[in-house]
């Protein structure tokens, strides 16, 4: 769809979240270009709201374009918690942001979390850490994920965030929608 390679910069060296975005971007260009940087999310290390994972999601989208000259897109994704009437939610936030900066967001990734992993959260602890010392692992976050642990391997960390970039590709890419229809 494009004459030119896309370089999409993800605000993260996470193996898992550049190969979300990487999966994401094959139907556009299939090929795309996607590298990770080091970004702060300049939020908790574990986000306590949506608003505070959102903002989070949006800062390494940002510092990921900044961080990459020749970067088109920036790309942020952030996991956080949020407290419902139900118990304590994972959610995850997905931020692009283009060198016109264009801004689009994405959410999802919303389910109440086992009893055990939430007690440890609301008691201090980082989901990606609280996750390893339960299943005696090392770096799940980097791997399947939590939801890969708790669904037996049904569905994985990397398929969920790369539904969720999906559709802020989306999105962006139909920006203009409006211009054919009015």
């Known amino acids: 769809m494009y004459n030119t390679t ?4 993800v605000g993260s060296t996470n193996p898992v979240k550049i190969e979300a975005v990487r999966r994401a971007f094959l139907k556009l ?4 270009r996607v590298v990770g940087v080091e ?11 949506d608003e505070e ?3 989070g999601s949006e800062n390494r989208a940002r510092s990921a374009l900044r961080l990459t000259p ?46 055990s992993i939430a007690d440890a959260i609301q008691a201090g602890g980082e ?32 398929e969920i965030y790369s539904n969720l970039a999906k559709l802020v590709i989306g999105l962006w890419y139909g920006r203009d929608w409006e211009k054919e229809y009015v």
């Open 70 to 115: 020749k970067a088109d897109i920036g790309f942020g994704l952030e996991g956080g918690v949020q407290e419902t009437s139900e118990g304590l939610s994972n959610t995850v936030w997905v931020c692009l942001v283009d060198k016109d900066d264009h801004v689009f967001f994405a959410n999802g990734e919303r389910f109440i979390l086992p009893r």
């Open 53 to 55: 994972t959102r903002k």
């Open 127 to 158: 989901m990606g850490p609280v996750l390893d010392t339960m299943i005696k692992q090392e770096n799940v976050k980097q791997k399947q994920g939590m939801i890969g642990i708790i669904s037996k391997g049904y569905i994985d960390r990397t």
């Open 39 to 49: 970004a702060q999310s300049g939020v908790s290390h574990q986000p306590r709201s």
């Open 29 to 32: 260009d299939p090929n795309v």
């Open 6 to 9: 896309m370089t999409i910069a």
